[in-house]
């Protein structure tokens, strides 16, 4: 009877900690098998843009921002967009 009980345990145990990493993956934002499309941006003004902010297109989610740099000269910011 110890034995099943210990079965259990283990098994409990495992499925919280496989749960626990595999949902904090995912709360971080990677996604499993899909694929990113990287497009950069040549604009004047960024504002309050920053990297690993939203991308909406008509309200609704399609990426995220990656790294913002401002070209040589700083005649225009260089925005990197990563969408799904």
Known sequence: MTRRRELM????VLAGLFVAVFGSLWLQGNRFGST?????????????LASGNGVTFR???IGRVG???VEPGGSAVRIVLLLQ
Do not use: F, M, N, W
Not at 9 to 12: I, L, R
Not at 36 to 48: F, K, M, P
């Open 67 to 69: 790294p913002v740099s």
């Open 36 to 48: 990113e499309t990287e497009i950069q941006v040549l604009i004047r003004d960024a504002g309050q």
């Open 9 to 12: 345990v283990g098994s409990v």
């Open 59 to 61: 309200g609704v989610s």
